[in-house]
């Protein structure tokens, strides 16, 4: 039962370009969640989303962020025109339809994104 | 401090020796979660207790909440060199709005062990 599977580990983009982070699910999971962490600091919520719907993006950026989970593949967290200040690791967690109020989520590797 | 704030930043022990780390938050929690992450790694889930739950035991581990304080303590028993990580505690508040469906995170403690 493979874990949760993110792509790339590493991402090298220049500033301007854009970046897309890709996310595999545990197998089961219909809640995906995106967080950020900063060097040093820890991971801060960006957004949640289940099947074809965000559910809640407080923790998102207004401009130059989005993401998505269509019905079928990965879910993609996109960056447009990056700045420096994007450099992060960029982790996704997912968690079951049953965890309910538990919202016990389990962690990716993480993309590491660099901006140049 | 922020939600989800642990206790020390840093701690440096030698192999063998009980580990503590502390984690303060500010709001009502649904429940409170240990991640551990080593270098450049991604968190492994380490233990869940619910806002019911005074303290849980997995392993080495022991964790315990008190809501009356908004606190709760990691203890590692029997420490490893391979117990060398990063530890954040993070909480779950879906009242709390704002983020309410994500994990609030703390900057984590990161714990060094001597061998």
């Known amino acids: 039962n493979a874990g949760v599977m993110q792509n790339p580990r590493h991402l090298v983009r220049r500033r301007g370009q854009e970046a897309r982070l890709r996310c595999s699910p545990m197998k089961g999971h219909s809640h995906v969640y995106w967080y950020r962490q900063l060097p040093e600091e820890g991971l801060k919520f960006m957004v949640y989303l289940q099947k074809e719907n965000i559910i809640d993006e407080s923790g998102m950026p207004k401009e130059r962020f989005s993401a998505e989970f269509p019905k079928e593949g990965p879910s993609i967290l996109r960056i447009q025109q990056v700045v420096r200040g994007d450099s992060a690791a960029y982790f996704c967690?997912?968690?079951?339809?049953?965890?309910?109020?538990?919202?016990?989520?389990?962690f990716g590797p993480g993309t590491r994104l660099t901006v140049l | 401090s922020q939600q989800g704030e642990e206790d020390p930043q840093a701690l440096s022990i030698q192999e063998g020796e009980n580990a503590t780390m502390n984690c303060s938050y500010k709001t009502s929690i649904n429940n409170l979660q240990w991640y551990r992450q080593n270098s450049g790694r991604g968190l492994v889930h380490l233990i869940l207790i619910r806002s019911n739950e005074r303290e849980k035991h997995s392993g080495r581990l022991r964790v315990t909440l008190d809501t009356s304080k908004k606190s709760s303590s990691l203890l590692i028993t029997a420490s490893r060199a391979a117990d060398t990580a990063s530890y954040f505690c993070?909480?779950?508040?879906?009242?709390?709005?704002?983020?309410?469906?994500?994990?609030?995170f703390g900057k984590g403690t990161h714990l060094i062990i001597q061998p």
């Open positions: 967690a997912s968690s079951p339809p049953t965890s309910g109020a538990l919202n016990e989520q389990f």
């Open positions: 993070a909480t779950y508040s879906p009242y709390s709005g704002g983020g309410a469906d994500g994990l609030t």
